[in-house]
């Protein structure tokens, strides 16, 4: 099993460039594919973007050119950096590991592990 810990959320923002850090630990040598995902009050969880271990990403359309997915050289550290948000990116923002090998996963239901989650608030 792997474990995922977020951090960076936790604040409103009314402007500025948050960056989210997911930590792996545990059986990470089984892991193909991390994402993360946002969950707004009353909606389903949803991609926000992911990253395979040969460095393919995906996006969510509402976050292209916006968000950034990337790893540090040792794969230890996942990050979501969040540039020009906006009010609608307001959620909980869920890293995720994914074990299958094959298309890059998109689905909340592809995914194994989950971390606890972050809040990120943003205001108008």
């Known amino acids: 099993h792997v474990q995922l810990v977020e951090s960076g959320g936790g604040l409103e923002y009314a402007a500025g460039s948050p960056r989210l850090s997911c930590v792996p630990s545990?059986?990470?040598?089984?892991?193909?594919?991390l994402g993360w995902f946002c969950q707004a009050s009353g909606k389903q969880r949803e991609l926000v973007a992911a990253i395979s271990s040969g460095g393919s990403t995906n996006y969510a359309d509402s976050v292209k050119g916006r968000f950034t997915i990337s790893s540090d050289n040792a794969k230890t550290t996942v990050y979501l950096q969040m540039n020009s948000l906006k009010p609608e990116d307001t959620a909980v923002y869920y890293c995720?590991?994914?074990?299958?090998?094959?298309?890059?996963?998109?689905?909340?239901?592809?995914?194994?592990?989950w971390g606890q989650g972050t809040q990120v608030t943003v205001s108008s």
């Open positions: 545990g059986s990470t040598f089984s892991v193909n594919t």
């Open positions: 995720a590991a994914h074990y299958g090998l094959g298309p890059l996963a998109v689905t909340p239901d592809e995914y194994s592990e």
